[in-house]
């Protein structure tokens, strides 16, 4: 990917100094500019609306308080967000625009489809790179890449020894999305730490993209003896799921992954998701001074109750802050040497990197209860 010269160049030029792309001066200070890449449209997109708000308020806060100190420079951080739609070719096209304006770190992508699709390109480019939410494991194959997530194996290995260990439940059905590598990676993670824990996957249902007809799966399970059933898959898809489970008369209890963070505002009854349990690193009514100071912010700018891609976001632009400060220095290769040195403490947890790129912080279990999401503690 050709990176061109900035189009504020010339003007630039014309008060006497050079700015490189991406970094222009705005004052006394410089701005860095973050590229984020999510889906904006489509059915995933409350993902990246999230996490592109999420880092707004990040951003508003930083750039208010002085910004970001490197060296002897005040960085004024910006961001651009492109939407990728959650496809791999969309994003190919959305990342090398990203690339052409100059961008010198990328937030994003959101979706692990979509990030499996550029890996290797940003890699070669050499840019930093920090996906929120992303949590397909190949994602941090090359050392450029680095996630705040849990990754697919963690969230399915965790949720089987919940279902096994922590609630004794040893019949287990599994709803899966065979057409989505997210959906898949914790569905296979789960299944082996299911049987190494002694339990059984009775039933393991499989739907492709954009269905939402869920009865045939459903009722292959109502006629096993499981006794619970785990749905690895986004919001959209766990609100058609529990709502027909309901219609066909099945009280059976739910788990889910964090593609779940969402799912009561896709439902018509809130009733169909009572004590329905999934992995979030964050919800909107823990009592912490700091998630509530960033949840009335949120409310605040966007009219709305910000999410766990959200908290995922505005850490992910905390944790790129922390970066610059210790690496001392604005360049790719830098910011990635100075992740594995660096500990912030977000929203979503206290966490530091390994030098494979992937998070080190505790897992939050999120239970809904009368309609609303809520701590649990095991």
Known sequence: MKKVLCLGLISAMAVGSLAGCGKKETGSSTEFLIGGLGPLTGQAASYGVSVKQGAEVAIEEINKAGGVKVGDSS????????????????AMSAYNSLMDKGIQALLGTVTSGAGLAIAEQTNADGIFQITPSGSAQDLTAYDNAYRLCFTDPVQGVTMADYAVKDLGLTKIAVIYNN???????????????????????????????????FTTQLTTIKGTDAQI??????????????????????NLPF?????WDGVLAKVVDPKVLEGATFLSPFYATDTDPKIQAFTTAYKEKYDAVPDQFAA????SVYVIKAALEKAGSTKSEDLIKAMTEIQVSGLTGDVTFTAD?????????????????????K
């Open 229 to 250: 059933i785990f749905v690895p898959a986004y919001y959209q898809d766990a609100a058609y799921i529990t709502t027909q489970a309901a219609e066909l008369g099945m």
């Open 75 to 90: 960085l004024q951080l910006k961001l651009d967000f492109a939407d990728d739609e959650a496809s791999g070719d969309t």
């Open 312 to 315: 995922d976001g505005y850490d």
């Open 255 to 259: 788990i889910g992954s964090d593609g």
């Open 179 to 213: 057409s989505d590598e997210y959906s898949t990676g914790v569905m296979k993670a789960f299944a082996d730490q299911v049987a190494k824990d002694g339990g059984e996957i009775v039933a393991s249902e499989a739907f492709e993209k954009d269905a939402v007809d």
């Open 357 to 377: 790129g992937e998070p080190n912080k505790g897992v939050k279990f999120v239970k809904i209860v009368n309609g609303e999401y809520t701590s649990l503690t």
